[in-house]
């Protein structure tokens, strides 16, 4: 039983990130990350620089952590 419970465990913890992301209206593949594409489609009136502003890694994608930040500073509607 003890078994099971740690795989079950650390299944929840591996995919949780994503499911929190997946679980907004921007991330509509639920890969866990929001591509320009997706963002464009959630905010259309929001301008590509907005996007780059998020993207704080550079890697064309946003992270749960860059979404949340970006809601935190007041760019994204929390």
Avoid: R
């Amino acid at each position: 039983m003890t078994k099971d419970l740690k795989a079950t465990a650390l299944t929840v913890l591996l995919f949780v990130p994503g499911l929190a992301l997946a679980a907004t209206p921007m991330d509509t593949d639920g890969d866990g990350l929001v591509s320009m594409k997706e963002f464009q489609s959630a905010m259309p009136d929001a301008s590509p620089a907005v996007f780059d502003e998020l993207d704080s890694n550079g890697d064309g994608l946003l992270s749960e952590e860059e979404v949340t930040a970006g809601q935190e500073a007041g760019i994204l509607p929390a």
